[in-house]
T-cell receptor
């Protein structure tokens, strides 16, 4: 069981370019999340999805979009990247149906926007 | 005011000592609290969750919750160099059930 995988591991991107970060989980969790982690600011929620077909905005959603076409995949898209989006991005998932709701994290994607 | 606050550290303790990590939160109706450990360059991993006032022990780790004071802490007994990491406090918001994380406390355990 792989758990949560993210791709790419790291990326350097020119400002203004479009970029999609991929996230796949094999735990059949209903909820998935995208966070960014910046030094001194901790993890901040970008978008989330409680179940396939639904998405919601987190603390810092501007400049990002997500989709949840199925249970396993939750891609994060930067339509036109800006340098302030340089960060480490973590995808996470949880099983809200059990009541435990512990979030499990992927290995992260380090994104640099120049 | 940040929703979840932690001392950024670094906190340095000698091997074998007790490390005490503290966290305060602003939303009084929060019900679920978590401690994650994050090694440098790695993703966060859950250490403990706590939902009721008082202490919860798991091996060398003890989580303490005081809802009246809006305070949650993590004690690490017999600290080991392998405990050196950043510890993240997280609080689940009561309605949306989203998590809010503190900025983390960096712990160094010196041999």
């Amino acid at each position: 069981i792989a758990g949560i995988t993210q791709a790419p591991t790291s990326q350097i991107l020119a400002a203004g370019r479009r970029m999609t970060l991929r996230c796949t989980q094999d735990m059949r969790h209903n909820a998935m999340y995208w966070y960014r982690q910046d030094l001194g600011l901790g993890l901040r929620l970008i978008h989330y999805s409680n179940t396939a077909g639904t998405t919601g905005k987190g603390e810092v959603p501007d400049g990002y979009s997500v989709s949840r076409a199925n249970t396993d995949d939750f891609p994060l898209t930067l339509a036109s990247a800006v340098p302030s989006q340089t960060s480490v991005y973590f995808c996470a998932s949880s099983d809200r149906g059990t009541g435990d709701d512990t979030q499990y994290f992927g290995p992260g994607t380090r994104l640099t926007v120049l | 005011q940040k929703e979840v606050e932690q001392n950024s550290g670094p906190l340095s303790v000698p091997e074998g000592a007790i490390a005490s990590l503290n966290c305060t939160y602003s939303d009084r109706v929060s019900q679920s609290f978590f401690w994650y450990r994050q090694y440098s360059g790695k993703s966060p991993e859950l250490i403990m969750s706590i939902y009721s006032n008082g202490d919860k022990e798991d091996g060398r780790f003890t989580a303490q919750l005081n809802k009246a004071s809006q305070y949650v802490s993590l004690l690490i007994r017999d600290s080991q160099p392998s405990d050196s990491a950043t510890y993240l406090c997280a609080v689940k918001k009561p309605v949306t059930r989203d998590m809010r994380f503190g900025a983390g406390t960096r712990l160094t355990v010196k041999p």
